[in-house]
């Protein structure tokens, strides 16, 4: 019955989403569809997911979606966004690094630094300042599709001059309308007391989606959500990062990394290890006093003898590990899962599988790297992939080290034209950055089950790897449903209230009239 109400979840999801892409032909395109980027409406007609991120937003309420998308699909036509590049933003406005990315918070979210005090009002540049923010968040939805961000006011030695309400209002459009299911958190941080008052007007603009999400927090408070590694020694933290451009600060696999070092490549590790494995092996056959046999070598035999080696070790190497439910559609490869490698802390929690699958015609190059080379064994680290084929790669925890929200991992893939003669190595030094596909995966931590739970090993509910994205979907349309319940109680105890109110004045009325009856019908 639980999977029947899973299936059944997401065709009504289906449903919903074609039925905003109908709508919006129907409703919107049909008398000016000049009022939209032609690459924009495109993207809404084949990316699911961005019209599944309006619906949630707008809990699922068709209507108010469309609206979103109007409005939203708008906005970036005007601003430019799908050739928006860092050429086009004035030099300087990087220079101040009053906005960048940097650092996440405890849940593993990327953090998008405001430096308030860096602000200055000025109409004559608010135009490039809103283009300059939207360079950051376009920028990063392309390198993280659908992660959230958490948005730090950083308040410290800020005034009111500081203060502009336009610009700030746009910031919270840009995650209340252009930027559906973007916002995680919007911290703000040391605010001084002055401005309390304009902080209340921001809160009526956020509305109910995105209230519960904006946090205030002093110094102190502040390490609730990001821990002292990603914060700067102004509020408490170790973190030695020093804003400077060029280059942009964002490299997620430059500032992440743990004190051991750069990333260390797989196939580095496992050659240093079969080069000892080989010393080994040599010195112990010295050492034997039964020397082997010469045996007979038949090629073809042997061939076929380790492709069944190869099958096996494959079977062997992806056994228990976690296979993913959801793909990432690259130019070059889909990549599942689309954005998350989940590990948890039991036994069988300890892997996850990556699929690469080549959509080209050509042998395909591919790199895995992650931000905690010492944390993780990636297999294999680096390859090819033949035209129309795929390859299983697992990741797997080393040792005792734990999974931690902030870990992420780069697949890097490139198309080979001369695939003969051509060494890995040698390839990724000359091919150009502008060829190169590059895919973020984001570490998933399983929460452990507790004793509580147990109960369910008994029960005939599918509750492993594969039901999990079904269960968040449930979950997700639950939470909808809930949330339109409650607005449909409020309705109705508003509604008690007035009818309440009306009976109390029909009674006053009704006592009101026995009184003047009364008093006309006694004798004068």
């Not at 190869?310 to 070059?332: E, H, I, M, W, Y």
Request: glycine share 4%; net charge negative; charged share 30%.
């Amino acid at each position: 019955m639980a999977e029947v109400g899973q299936y059944e979840g997401a065709q009504d999801i289906e449903k919903k989403i074609e039925e905003t892409r109908q709508r919006f032909q129907n409703e919107f395109l049909q008398e000016s569809a000049e009022k939209y980027d032609s690459r924009d409406v495109e993207r809404l007609q084949r990316d699911d997911a961005l019209v599944e991120g309006y619906l949630t937003w707008r809990l699922f309420v068709v209507e108010d979606a469309l609206k979103m998308i109007d409005e939203s699909l708008q906005w970036r036509k005007e601003l430019g966004l799908n050739d928006l590049t860092e050429s086009s933003i004035p030099r300087w406005m990087f220079e101040t690094g009053a906005v960048y990315l940097h650092g996440y918070d405890k849940e593993g979210n990327k953090l998008f630094w405001f430096k308030v005090k860096l602000h200055v009002k000025d109409t004559k540049t608010i135009l490039d300042k809103k283009k300059y923010v939207a360079f950051w968040l376009e920028r990063y939805a392309k390198k993280e599709p659908g992660m959230p961000l958490t948005v730090v006011f950083d308040m410290a030695e800020s005034g009111l001059s500081n203060i502009d309400m336009e610009f700030v209002k746009y910031v919270i459009n840009c995650f209340k309308v252009y930027y559906p299911k973007f916002l995680a958190k919007m911290i703000i941080v040391d605010m001084p007391w002055i401005m309390n008052a304009a902080w209340k007007i921001v809160k009526s603009w956020l509305g109910p989606e995105a209230i519960s999400k904006l946090k205030f927090a002093s110094k102190s408070e502040i390490q609730t959500f990001i821990d002292p590694e990603y914060l700067p020694p102004h509020m408490g933290g170790t973190d030695p990062f020093k804003y400077s451009y060029p280059p942009l600060p964002d490299d997620d696999f430059q500032t992440p990394i743990c004190d051991n070092g750069p990333i260390v490549s797989e196939d580095e590790t496992e050659s240093k290890e079969g080069e000892m494995e080989s010393k080994d092996a040599l010195e112990s056959s010295f050492n034997s006093e039964v020397a082997a046999k010469p045996k007979k070598v038949n090629f073809l035999e042997d061939s076929l003898r380790a492709e069944d080696n190869d099958k096996v070790d494959s079977n062997t190497r992806t056994r228990g590990a976690r296979k993913p439910q959801t793909t990432f559609k690259g130019p070059l490869l889909d990549v599942s899962p689309a954005e998350e490698l989940s590990f948890g802390s039991g036994e069988t929690e300890k892997k996850s599988l990556i699929i690469l699958s080549n959509v080209t015609k050509n042998q395909v190059a591919f790199k895995v790297r992650t931000t905690a080379p010492e944390k993780y064994r990636v297999k294999p680290s680096s390859s090819h992939c033949e035209p129309g084929a795929s390859i299983d790669i697992v990741v797997s925890l080393h040792g005792g080290s734990q999974a931690s929200p902030q870990d992420r991992f780069l697949v890097m893939a490139a198309e080979m034209d001369n695939a003969g003669s051509q060494e890995l190595a040698q390839f990724w030094k000359e091919v150009p950055k502008a060829k190169v596909m590059e895919h973020r995966l984001r570490c998933h931590v399983l929460e452990s089950v507790k004793p509580a739970v147990s109960l369910l090993r008994d029960s005939p509910v599918e509750t492993g790897a594969g039901g999990q994205q079904e269960l968040n979907t449930a979950l997700m349309r639950m939470m909808a449903c809930n949330s339109r319940l409650e607005q449909k109680l409020n309705t109705c105890l508003w509604l008690q209230k007035v009818l309440t109110l009306l009976v109390l004045v029909l009674v006053v009325l009704n006592l009101l009239c026995l009184f003047l009856l009364g008093t006309s019908q006694q004798p004068s």
